[in-house]
């Protein structure tokens, strides 16, 4: 009698989802237990993090929940950008609608919170829209342009006199008092996990959507529209899909800084702010999503310290470090450790011949 094989196990989804995302949990981990470590290292008890105390604790939570909020708003350019391919020039626009929204209704119209995010979501929705009008006629530069054109009106309407008793005008809209359970200042912990809580959730709907057939199609609209048109695939469609995420994820970033910060200032809705987007995405590795989350951080980080210890002149050297990561870290930070192509060689050529002239071999 013939003994039957054995048949080919099968992977836990759950094992399979720890092993797949390890580097992703440690790093939760991590930040879970950030502020208890800050703490002790401060001299302070653990009770003291746990009632919003001040000290190093809270004041690198707060400078943490900046970073969430910028991660997430790189993850919905590096969405647009990095996986479909499409360069906007006006996504700070999606980000200040959800600003000003919240801002807003809170002060003005005494709103709860729900109401607001459903008003937020819809807002994304509506924005999103508005761009994919000029989606089937325009691409590349184009699209960018008009986007930026887009943009550029909503941050000149947002400054405008009729609406200086609801969004401030240029000086912005101040003291939003957001709900008592969200107070940035008095909850500051619970604000921060919430932050980490909602920025691990959205990245990974976004590495799920990635991995999807819709997914797939976007990657393949970024590197050869054309060809997916050849294959049958209607690509306005899942262009419209993409924005639609994006715009919405935008917009919810944007909210989460109404609620955390005293200040929202017209600035969040110029292109400023969409270049950081674009360099938060470079920094990290384009398309990498990962790479949002680092670039985010190291931005955020950067800005900071330099700051601290320059002052005024922290832009110039913040330049100077962006030109050099380029020169360098050719892929991002993500990408250049994924293709393990350190290109040091290549980066000190480039950077003599800008001087010099002359490029030499390597």
Known sequence: MEKSLPSPT?????????KNNRGVLITILCLLLLPFALALVDGQPISSVLANDPGQS??????????????IFALSYDLLFGITGLLSFGHAMFFGVGAYLTGIMLKSFGWGILPILCLVFVAGVIMALLFSVVLPRVKGITFALVTLGLAQV??????????ADYAGAEIGLQGVTPPDFLNPISQRLRVYYLGLVVLFLVYFFYKRFVDSPTGHVCVAIRENEDRATMLGFNTFYFKLV??????ITAALAGAMHGLFSPIIRPGIASSHYTIAA?????????GTLDGALIGAATFRLLSF???????????????LVYILLVLFLPYGIVGT??????????????????????????
Do not use: D, H
């Open 337 to 362: 450790w994924r293709s393990r192509q350190l290109q040091i060689k290549q980066g000190w050529s480039n950077l003599i011949s800008r001087f010099t002239g002359k490029r030499e071999s390597v």
């Open 154 to 163: 909503f941050y000149i309407v947002i400054q405008s006199r009729e609406l």
């Open 242 to 247: 993409a924005l639609i995420i994006s715009a």
């Open 278 to 286: 674009l360099l938060m995405v470079l920094m990290g590795g384009i």
């Open 58 to 71: 809270k004041f690198y939570q707060g400078l943490a929940i900046e970073i969430f909020i910028l991660a």
């Open 10 to 18: 099968t992977q836990n989804p759950f094992s399979a989802f720890i």
């Open 305 to 319: 310290w330099l700051e601290k210890w320059f002052g005024g002149a922290s832009q110039v050297i913040i330049g």
